[in-house]
């Protein structure tokens, strides 16, 4: 259905959205901001609707006849979004407990779902003034302080030692025990931890070889870098291996998944006990 459209210079424009509803949350970010909590207890600040309403605005003047999603908006009954094949997919502010942190690693995710696949994804960092973005067929890349777009790929697995990266503000007990397992294969284990979609990017421009996702996470938190990580050679599947995918059922929460650089090795086989 992106037939019709020239994805790069969609995805570009995307770019300029996403910048500015940076500068949008960075005037948050500069002032004594007030904290809410939404249904699911999960908070809320006035940058998280700055920058929700700054995309909106945008993508619609973009492409008015393509609907969005975002995470701040009223949810779509599935009913309705099971007819979209293309539409938009937002999380104006990923990373929002970082915000409240101050630590700098919160993003604007942009991504555009064809058929239940990300063929659009733009990430931008306020704090660092850094973008990361992708188009199917088109390559990942990364910008930093408005510089030229430099290409990236995933990283060449290492026999013995291995990156993983993974989360500030989340852990499990299954994280636990799939990291022990980890360390029971490889001689050096490294952890880089990083809030927000940055994780995703650690993969993608080859900082880190695996994030492994056992925690919850909605479709808006994860459809942007995933186009990255493709396009830079890597791979986002579920645990049982299979791709992850977008807009399949009524929740709008993703299962756990995997995501990696090498597809060489099965790292569903780090799951549950070890011997």
């Known amino acids: 259905m992106t037939d019709s459209y020239d994805l ?49 605005d945008g993508l619609s003047a973009l492409t008015p006849d393509i609907p969005i999603l975002s995470e701040e908006s009223a949810k779509q009954p599935f009913e309705e979004r099971s007819q979209w094949q293309l539409y938009w997919l937002v999380d104006p502010l990923d990373g929002t407990r970082e915000f409240i942190k101050r630590n700098g690693e919160f993003t604007v995710n942009i991504a555009l779902i064809d058929n239940h696949k990300s063929v659009i994804g733009v990430i931008h960092v306020p704090v660092l003034n850094v973008d990361y973005f992708a188009y199917e067929q088109g390559g990942a890349f990364k910008v930093e302080q408005g510089g030229a777009a430099q290409p990236i790929t995933v990283k060449q697995p290492e026999a013995d030692r291995i990156v993983v990266a993974g ?63 493709e396009q830079a050679g890597g791979h986002v599947t579920r645990t049982d291996m299979s791709i992850l995918e977008y807009n399949t059922k009524d929740s709008l929460l993703n299962p756990f998944f995997f ?17």
């Open 8 to 56: 790069g210079s969609l995805c570009d424009s995307c770019i300029d959205i996403a910048r500015e509803a940076g500068r949008k949350i960075l005037e948050v970010y500069e002032t004594e901001f007030d904290i809410e909590h939404k249904d699911d207890k999960s908070p809320l600040t006035k940058a998280d609707i700055a920058s929700h309403h700054t995309i909106i």
């Open 167 to 229: 989360s500030r503000s989340h852990g499990s007990e299954a994280m636990q025990q799939y990291m022990k397992n980890i360390a029971g294969r490889y001689t050096e284990v490294e952890m880089l931890s990083m809030g927000s979609s940055l994780k995703f990017c650690l993969v993608a421009e080859g900082r880190a070889d695996l994030y492994p996702r056992l925690g919850l996470t909605s479709e808006w938190d994860t459809a942007a870098a995933q186009c990255i990580v």
């Open 259 to 275: 995501v990696f650089g090498n597809d060489q090795q099965d790292w569903s086989s780090f799951l549950g006990e070890s011997d």
